[in-house]
């Protein structure tokens, strides 16, 4: 089974950087897209964004566009989330996911394996 592991969450000021990484390990298979999800106390889980693995294109929330990067090595197995000018806003459990149809990157329900998620809280 794959298993991923979130790492990096952390208190940062707004307009800070903060970096967050996602380790696959276990048996690992075909993957056609991960993505990074975040979820606020009192809201739904909402998409972040997503990589297709194979051939890097990339999509992202309209509230993160421009601000934060998604990418991956394939080398490591591994998925990376840039965040920069951080916002109050942002504050959320982040949560690695796996192996969803890029086609459907958006959509939580249709990735297979989830990470334990990592706190982000950003204070102003």
């Known amino acids: 089974q794959m298993q991923l592991v979130e790492s990096g969450g952390g208190l940062v000021q707004a307009g800070g950087s903060l970096s967050l990484s996602c380790a696959a390990s276990?048996?690992?298979?075909?993957?056609?897209?991960m993505g990074w999800f975040r979820q606020a106390p009192g809201k739904e889980r909402e998409f972040v964004a997503a990589?297709?693995?194979?051939?890097?294109?990339?999509l992202y929330a309209d509230s993160v566009k421009g601000r934060f990067s998604i990418s991956r090595d394939n080398a490591k197995n591994a998925v990376y989330l840039q965040m920069n000018s951080l916002k109050a806003e942002d504050t959320a459990v982040y949560y690695c996911?796996?192996?969803?149809?890029?086609?459907?990157?958006?959509?939580?329900?249709?990735?297979?394996?989830w990470g334990q998620g990592t706190q982000v809280t950003v204070s102003s």
């Open positions: 996911a796996a192996d969803a149809p890029f086609s459907s990157g958006r959509d939580p329900a249709k990735y297979k394996y």
């Open positions: 990589i297709n693995w194979s051939g890097g294109i990339t």
């Open positions: 276990g048996r690992i298979f075909s993957v056609q897209a």
